[in-house]
């Protein structure tokens, strides 16, 4: 059955080029009645300074992973930000996405030892309180696309929702969300030359105009445009060792009621058959290893669009001057105003609804802060 989330969502135009983001006119006003669902990982900065980034971005992804599953859809808005995640959501979809994100909650409390926070926030409270929430859809592959937002509206939800408003509190100890296709497997995305650096640019006191001109400039400083431009990915995809680093968030993620220790041994198992399978090239039935690394290349979603540009690409050491030059002369000009990560690798979290459909969606960060420490840097 169809649920109104999706029929909007699917309702949707679909811009082919990222640069799209920066058109108004293709965004679409989310309905007055509409519910915005916002998380984040308490303290997450100082939990990726003491190494646990991969379990702050397992519960960022752990959120959009369980409301796909919940609503039996992998068509819904929503957008990642590294230490958390921002959706919408019909009315008629309130009882489900509130339970789903309690269990969340309890979840990350319980097996990830994180602090999340949630909220569900109506959108009429932020349009009363002067703000909007319009949203396109955009291109990631051919098989899959991401939402890009605009107004103001989200980044007000966050803001309530961090002053403690519209909180949704935690279930029972104990409860668990439907986190099927969750898993962390690659090894860290590690450029051949240079830095991987995540960027936040958001308009200036110039306004959105000029901020337009100069998220055009950065484009071509980052090699962005075009499908597939800028990305940090190899094209023949990602790589990975046995056993992955991250077995036992996976275990705890996707055990549902099988005790942990007989599901971790057989997540030890099924990684060595899954490792062997796909850096051998050897394909299985209709299952092709290096077609399914390839869009798992094409369908990481680097570069997104909340009232201003987050996205996260590989840069050589000129590059990356030239670009640090670039913005802090358009943050003078108040055309911009910015805040930078640069680390030494990427990292993938993602969710595989399954192995024989194009439709995995992974989740990159930078590993070193990332968006969380970007965030940071551009308030100061």
């Not at 969340?104 to 926030?121: E, F, N, P, Q």
Request: aromatic share 10%.
């Amino acid at each position: 059955m169809t649920t109104q989330t999706e029929e909007f969502a699917r309702s949707l135009s679909v811009s082919q080029e990222f640069q799209a983001v920066l058109d108004e006119g293709l965004y679409r006003r989310v309905p007055d009645d509409w519910l915005i669902v916002v998380t984040d990982v308490v303290n997450s900065r100082k939990a990726i300074a003491s190494g646990r980034y991969k379990a702050v971005n397992m519960a960022g992804v752990g959120v959009i992973t369980a409301l796909m599953n919940a609503l039996d859809t992998q068509t819904m808005p929503y957008i990642f930000s590294g230490d958390g995640s921002a959706s919408i959501c019909a009315p008629s979809d309130r009882e489900v996405v509130t339970d789903t994100l309690a269990r969340m909650v309890a979840w990350v409390r319980d097996d990830l030892s994180l602090d999340l926070r949630a909220a569900l926030v109506p959108v009429s409270e932020v349009r009363a309180q002067g703000f909007d929430l319009l949203v396109q859809a955009t291109r990631v592959s051919d098989a899959i696309r991401n939402y890009a937002f605009r107004g103001g509206g989200l980044s007000r939800a966050e803001a309530l929702m961090k002053a403690g408003k519209y909180a949704v509190p935690a279930a029972p100890a104990g409860s668990r969300p439907d986190l099927t296709g969750l898993s962390c497997r690659w090894s860290p995305i590690r450029p051949a030359n240079g830095k991987i650096v995540s960027i936040i640019a958001e308009p200036g006191a110039g306004g959105e105009s000029r901020f337009a001109a100069a998220a055009e400039k950065l484009f071509n400083l980052t090699g962005m445009q075009g499908p597939g431009g800028g990305s940090p990915m190899p094209k023949e995809g990602p790589n990975g060792k046995w056993p992955p680093d991250t077995l036992e968030i996976e275990a705890r993620a996707t055990r549902g009621e099988r005790p942990l220790w007989q599901h971790r041994m057989l997540l030890y198992f099924w990684t060595l058959f899954a490792w062997f399978i796909l850096f051998t090239g050897m394909k299985v039935g209709s299952f092709d290893s290096r077609h399914y690394r390839e869009f798992t290349s094409l369908n990481t979603d680097y570069r997104k669009f909340q009232d201003g540009l987050r996205v996260t690409v590989s840069l050589g050491d000129d590059e990356l001057d030239r670009l640090t030059k670039f913005l802090e002369g358009e943050r003078l000009a108040k055309n911009l105003r910015y805040g930078i990560c640069v680390q030494d690798s990427a990292i993938l979290t993602c969710y595989v609804p399954s192995v024989m459909s194009e439709t995995h969606f992974h989740f990159l960060d930078g590993a070193g802060g990332g968006y969380a420490q970007a965030a940071e840097n551009m308030k100061s």
